[in-house]
């Protein structure tokens, strides 16, 4: 069990750039979760995959945010166009698709938006 | 829609003494509920979990909650902190009517260990 990967662990861009962060669940899980974290908050629910469908958004993705998992593998989660409010960490779980199933986190991908 | 309420924001402990980090949720009937550490810098790590049955359950590091559906808690405890637990204690809710179980989280409770 390797864990899941996140990478990078920090991203600094500048507004208005555009960021792709990439996320490596352990090996045989198919559900695939992005969590937002703000400093001093606990982390937001973004969206989850089974597999290489995506079947839940939370309103707080808006229309700049767009994550994928084509092979049903790993997953990118872009923003288009950052913004200052965009400052987060990112988060990334997985877990086994049958019930009670606990998710499993990785390390975050830190952004800062200058 | 289910919530979670955390509601010591910080709470400073001596090292040896016990520790109780509360954590109510507002859910329609009975949720899954777990309770994860995170350090510094660092992801989530799972504490322990409760889905059914026992109500008292053991977690790793020391760690035991309780879920007290009368009191919709699910308080963490460990008998004596050491120095090494210094972190920030989330407890979360998923839903049971829900395929995906997305994590609701509290805000969160930051624990100092004062030595």
């Known amino acids: 069990d390797t864990g899941v990967s996140q990478n990078p662990r920090h991203k600094i861009t500048k507004r208005g750039q555009n960021v792709t962060f990439r996320c490596d669940p352990i090996?045989?899980?198919?559900?695939l979760y992005w969590y937002r974290q703000t400093l001093g908050q606990g982390p937001e629910f973004l969206t989850y995959?089974?597999?290489?469908?995506?079947?839940?958004k939370s309103r707080l993705l808006s229309d700049r945010f767009s994550a994928e998992r084509p092979k049903g593998s790993f997953s990118t989660l872009e923003i288009q166009r950052t913004e200052q409010g965009d400052s987060a960490m990112y988060l990334c779980?997985?877990?086994?698709?049958?019930?009670?199933?606990?998710?499993?986190f990785g390390d975050g991908t830190r952004l800062s938006i200058l | 829609a289910q919530s979670v309420t955390q509601p010591d924001i910080h709470i400073t402990v001596s090292e040896g003494a016990s520790l109780e980090l509360r954590c109510n949720y507002s859910y329609g009937a009975t949720p899954y509920l777990f309770w994860y550490v995170q350090s510094p810098g660092q992801g989530l790590q799972l504490l322990l979990k409760y889905f059914s049955g026992d109500t008292l359950v053991q977690g790793i590091k020391g760690f035991e909650a309780e879920f007290k559906r009368s009191q919709s808690s699910f308080n963490l405890r460990k008998p004596s902190v050491h120095w090494s637990d210094a972190a920030e204690y989330f407890c979360?809710?998923?839903?049971?009517?829900?395929?995906?179980?997305?994590?609701?989280f509290g805000g969160g409770t930051r624990l100092m260990v004062k030595p």
């Open positions: 779980a997985s877990s086994l698709s049958a019930t009670r199933q606990p998710q499993h």
């Open positions: 979360a809710v998923g839903a049971r009517d829900n395929a995906g179980n997305m994590l609701t």
């Open positions: 995959f089974q597999n290489e469908a995506q079947l839940e």
């Open positions: 090996s045989e899980h198919n559900r």
